[in-house]
C-alpha cells in the first residue's frame, strides 16, 4: 500500500486563502456597519444638504447637538458658517444676522454681529428695556436701558476736591479707583481733575429739556441721554480731564494726557465709553473725556479687544440670559 506524503505547501496555502476569505468577510461587514454609522453623523448629514468639508467642521465644531439638528432642518446656507466664524457670533441672534444682512449687503459680517449683538438696530427708545441693576458695575444703561425713575445708588459720595471740582460726586465703590488713578498721573507729570459725575434723574431731565428747547430732540438724542438713560445716574460714569495741559496740541486726543489715559484707564476698571468709531452702536456721538467703571477684568478685555461696554454686555454678560 502506497501512502501518499502530505503536501504541506498546498496546506499552507489553503490556511492562507481560508484566513484571506475569513479577514475579507470580517472587512466587508465592518465597513457595511461602518458605512451605516457614518450616515447617522452630521458629518455625513450635513455633507449631505450641502455643505462642504469645511463648512460643515465649523458647524460642527461651533455648535451642539440640538442646535445641528436644527440647521439641518434649514437649506444650505453658506452665509450661516460665515456668521458663525465671527468671534462675537451668538447663536439665537442667527436669524437676525441673516435678515439684516438682505438690506445691508455693503456691511461686512462682523459689522452685521455688533449691530445686532447690541441691538444698534432698534430705533431710540422705541422698544425701551428695564436695566437689571443686579449686575452691579456692569448694569447697562443706554438708548435703550433704562432706570426706573425711583433708582438712586445708596453710595453716592462727594469727591474730595483735591481730585475734582467743588460738589461733584460719584459711587463709593469707585472712589479709590479713580483716585489711585488720578494719583498715578500724577507721578507720571499729568494733572487730571474730575469734571462731572453723578446726576439725579430729575437733574437729568432738567438738563435732557434744556438742550431739546435748544437743539430739538434729535440732536438731545444724540449728545445727551434722556433721563433714566444715562450711566452718570449710576454713580458709576464721569468725566475725567487735564486740569492744564502739558504741551499746546491741536486735537486733544494726541495730547500726552490723553494718550497716557488711554494707556492706563483699564488698569483701575475704566473704560472710554463713548468712542468716535462706536458711534453707530451707542447712539451717542463721541465723548472724549467720559469713563465708566466696569471693573478691572472687563475693562482689561474691553481694551484688548478694542470693542464698547454694549458688545461687552451682549456677549460676556447677557448672552447666557
Given at each position: ?264 484707564a483699564y488698569r483701575y476698571g475704566f473704560i472710554f465709553r463713548f468712542e468716535s468709531d462706536k458711534e453707530y452702536l451707542t447712539g451717542f456721538s463721541e465723548d472724549i473725556w467720559r469713563l465708566r467703571y466696569v471693573g478691572n477684568d472687563a475693562a482689561t478685555l474691553i481694551y484688548n479687544e478694542n470693542i464698547c461696554f454694549e458688545e461687552y454686555y451682549a456677549y460676556f454678560v447677557n448672552k447666557?440670559?
Amino acid at each position: 500500500m502506497v501512502v501518499k506524503k502530505f503536501n504541506y505547501t498546498k496546506f499552507i496555502i489553503f490556511i492562507v486563502i481560508a484566513i484571506g476569505i475569513i479577514f475579507g468577510i470580517i472587512y466587508a461587514i465592518t465597513k457595511v456597519v461602518s458605512d451605516y454609522n457614518y450616515t447617522k453623523t452630521y458629518e455625513y448629514k450635513l455633507l449631505n444638504i450641502g455643505y462642504d468639508i469645511d463648512e460643515t467642521k465649523v458647524l460642527i465644531n461651533k455648535l451642539d447637538e440640538s442646535k445641528l439638528e436644527e440647521i439641518l432642518n434649514r437649506k444650505q446656507d453658506s452665509k450661516i458658517v460665515s456668521f458663525m466664524k465671527e468671534k462675537f457670533f451668538i447663536y439665537d441672534n442667527l436669524d437676525k444676522y441673516l435678515s439684516y444682512r438682505n438690506s445691508h449687503k455693503d456691511y461686512d459680517n462682523s459689522k452685521i454681529v455688533a449691530i445686532i449683538n447690541t441691538e444698534a438696530n432698534i430705533e431710540w427708545i422705541d422698544n425701551e428695556k428695564e436695566t437689571d441693576t443686579s449686575k452691579g458695575n456692569l448694569m447697562l444703561v443706554n438708548r435703550l436701558y433704562g432706570l426706573n425713575k425711583e433708582y438712586v445708588p445708596e453710595d453716592i459720595v462727594k469727591i474730595p476736591e483735591l481730585y475734582a471740582y467743588s460738589g461733584i460726586k460719584i459711587s463709593n465703590s469707585i472712589l479709590e479707583n479713580i483716585i489711585s488713578l488720578i494719583e498715578e498721573a500724577k507721578e507720571e507729570g499729568f494733572t487730571f481733575v474730575v469734571s462731572s459725575g453723578y446726576r439725579t434723574y430729575k437733574e437729568q431731565k432738567s438738563l435732557y429739556n434744556s438742550y431739546a428747547n435748544s437743539y430739538g430732540k434729535s440732536s438731545a438724542d444724540l449728545y445727551v441721554a434722556r433721563p433714566g438713560h444715562s450711566e452718570y445716574e449710576t454713580g458709576l460714569s464721569l468725566d475725567i480731564e487735564p486740569y492744564k495741559y502739558t504741551k499746546k496740541v491741536k486735537d486733544v486726543k494726541q495730547s500726552d494726557e490723553y494718550l497716557w489715559l488711554r494707556e492706563n484707564a483699564y488698569r483701575y476698571g475704566f473704560i472710554f465709553r463713548f468712542e468716535s468709531d462706536k458711534e453707530y452702536l451707542t447712539g451717542f456721538s463721541e465723548d472724549i473725556w467720559r469713563l465708566r467703571y466696569v471693573g478691572n477684568d472687563a475693562a482689561t478685555l474691553i481694551y484688548n479687544e478694542n470693542i464698547c461696554f454694549e458688545e461687552y454686555y451682549a456677549y460676556f454678560v447677557n448672552k447666557g440670559d
